[in-house]
Antibody
Framework: QVHLQESGPGLVKPSETLSLTCTVS??????????WSWVRQSPGKGLEWIGY???????FYNPSLDSRVTISMDASRNQFSLRLTSVTPADTAVYFC???????????????WGQGMLVTVPS | QTVVTQESSLSVSPGGTVTLTCGLS?????????PSWYQQTPGQAPRTLIY???SRSFGVPARFSGSILGNKAALIITGAQAEDEADYYC????????FGGGTRLTVL
């Protein structure tokens, strides 16, 4: 059974870079069957897709965040990571990592989720 | 900009049936968008309910079903139970991942 666990600083200062890591167990980030994704949820708000990465290193991002987001992968550690630059209080959210099943290389659905991690950017 | 529309809130009586819908601001939703549905209770991660329009994820009760109704994707809960009170999100894929704004379902 796959398990995804987010880790990283829970507090990031404005204008700095948010960095989170998702450690995967019970599955391999090198699998050809999945994309590995980040999703966030601001307090009291809905879910927002941030982006996903494939085993080749190819990544796709939400256009609204594209200029500030980088998702990378470390297959040797079975991890993938999120970097979000120039953060503001609007980036305060619970950040989830997730596994997306592929169907003909298109995202099919979110199959597994991490428990989520709150990151706060103070005003 | 494409927006995925969901009812902001709905209510259902215990044992009743409720339909949640998922539409698009600029198109009709079809199975080609691979509609999927997720349930989220407070403080928890989302739980996958339905994928590919009408396929139930492992362990999801049969009272949850999915379909296309008219020009929208739909999640139908037949025989709602108290534990179904939650937020429900649809996701569509069309060259990018699109989340709906979520529906808060109250069971009372």
């Amino acid at each position: 059974q796959v398990h995804l666990q987010e880790s990283g600083p829970g507090l990031v200062k404005p204008s700095e870079t948010l960095s989170l890591t998702c450690t995967v167990s019970g599955d391999s980030v090198s699998s050809s069957d999945y994309y590995w994704s980040w999703v966030r949820q601001s307090p009291g708000k809905g879910l927002e897709w941030i982006g996903y990465i494939y085993r080749t290193g190819s990544a796709f991002y939400n256009p609204s965040l594209d200029s500030r987001v980088t998702i990378s992968m470390d297959a040797s550690r079975n991890q993938f990571s999120l970097r979000l630059t120039s953060v503001t209080p609007a980036d305060t959210a619970v950040y989830f990592c997730a596994k997306i099943l592929l169907y003909y290389f298109a995202p099919y659905y979110f199959k597994s989720w991490g428990q989520g991690m709150l990151v706060t950017v103070p005003s | 900009q494409t927006v995925v529309t969901q009812e902001s809130s709905l209510s259902v009586s215990p044992g009743g049936t409720v339909t949640l819908t998922c539409g698009l601001s600029s198109d009709s939703v079809s199975s080609n968008y691979y509609p999927s549905w997720y349930q989220q209770t407070p403080g928890q991660a989302p739980r996958t309910l339905i994928y590919n329009t009408n396929s139930r994820s492992f362990g999801v009760p049969a009272r949850f079903s999915g379909s296309i109704l008219g020009n929208k994707a739909a999640l139908i809960i037949t025989g709602a139970q108290a534990e179904d009170e939650a937020d429900y999100y649809c996701v569509l894929y069309r060259n990018t991942v699109l989340f709906g704004g979520g529906t808060r379902l109250t069971v009372l």
